[in-house]
């Protein structure tokens, strides 16, 4: 028997034994048993791999400047489902604490990767090609002056030919410029022999995520393993601090949204059915979500950008979750009352391959 709630103290009373100290005092749970302490050890697996779960993929955006591998909408569906998720556990008294926590964590991870996703898409992107914009007119004037063609080279006159080309035809002849300055063979230059137009133009030209994953990958398959730069060493390490900290200290708000959840689920039946139905929306919105990443892998036919070390630690972190929690009771009323999340965790797992089998 686990204490009774108006027990100063909280007690095992069938085990004759006071709960283990630290646990009651960051997680308010109380371990009696074996059982409750391998279930425990699971759910701090969990969390820990969820810890985790996100980094790589940070790193690997920042270390692209890119997140062209991960579908936005991916990402946001999940933050909306961990609005349910946090609320849920709060509302509904079957959930386990480290539920309550994993939730919040895997919300911080993803709302960091969310927010550089954004970064790398919107304000890394327009902020770069601001910087060809500015920088055009100082390489032109660089430039050792050339006589422009002249229009009788070409059999067909073109009126109004000036001088001055077009900003895309700057950007053709700078990054023409570039490329023959660079070792790196021009884009795609082994795939495609015959091209209507200059490579660098039909970049500039032709933002489709596929051909610029086409174009990562023959690049990075050609080069050689680099070492993980400094910055993204640094990266990692802000990501670690930023998460790490509510993972370990239970910070006060932590600390406090867990005797808050205590005190709503003493509300008794209401918050618990209000608890469960969030949690059956959780569910739909996190397998709906792996919609937006599946359709963005077949588009692309690949996985590439995609970190695999996110989705191996996701499924080792669902399937503790899952353990965490049938591992703590046999009892189907309270198996029943977390149905949403523990469907939610093996379907997840079963729909990995889908994400990442492409
Ligand atoms: N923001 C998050 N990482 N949310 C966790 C989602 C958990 C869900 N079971 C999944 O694997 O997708």
Not at 104 to 128: E, H, N, P, R, V
Request: glycine residues 6%.
């Amino acid at each position: 028997m686990k204490p009774s709630l108006q027990d100063s103290m909280p007690y095992c009373v069938k085990e004759n034994k006071p709960c283990v100290g630290w646990v009651e005092k960051y997680f308010k749970d109380c371990l009696c048993n074996f059982r409750d302490e391998f279930s425990f050890v699971l759910g701090l697996v969990s969390l820990l791999c969820w810890g985790l779960a996100e980094i790589p993929q940070i790193i690997t955006n920042f270390r692209q400047k890119s997140s062209h591998g991960i579908s936005i909408l991916f990402l946001l569906t999940w933050l909306i489902g961990d609005i349910f998720n946090i609320v849920g556990c709060l509302l509904e008294p079957a959930t386990l604490p480290t539920q309550f926590y994993t939730a919040l964590l895997y919300a911080t991870g993803t709302l960091i990767l969310a927010l550089q996703s954004l970064y790398y898409d919107y304000i890394y992107t327009w902020w770069k090609s601001r910087q060809i914009d500015v920088s055009q007119p100082v390489e032109e004037a660089k430039k050792p002056l050339k006589k422009p063609p002249k229009p009788t080279d070409s059999s067909i006159p073109i009126p109004n030919r000036t001088v001055r080309a077009s900003p895309r035809r700057d950007f053709y002849y700078m990054s023409a410029r570039s490329l023959a300055g660079s070792a790196t063979p021009p884009i795609r230059s082994n795939q495609w022999s015959v091209r209507s137009g200059p490579p660098a133009m039909e970049i500039d030209n032709d933002s489709s995520s596929e051909d610029e994953t086409m174009h990562r990958s023959s690049h990075i398959s050609s080069s050689q393993p680099k070492p993980i730069p400094r910055s993204a060493g640094y990266g990692a390490f802000l990501a670690t601090s930023v998460n790490m900290p509510r993972q370990t200290n239970a910070l006060a708000g932590v600390y406090l949204g867990l005797s808050g959840r205590k005190l709503l689920q003493e509300h008794g039946a209401e918050n618990g059915v209000v608890g469960q139905w969030l949690g059956w929306m959780m569910a739909a919105i996190y397998m709906g979500g792996r919609i937006p990443q599946i359709y963005l892998n077949i588009k692309r036919g690949s996985v590439e950008g995609l970190n695999p070390l996110m989705f191996i630690f996701a499924v080792i972190a669902n399937l503790t979750y899952v353990g965490s929690i049938v591992v703590r009771t046999t009892e189907w009323d309270k198996i029943k009352a977390t149905l949403p999340w523990l469907l939610d965790a093996v379907a997840c797992v079963a729909m990995r391959w889908a994400v990442y089998g492409y």
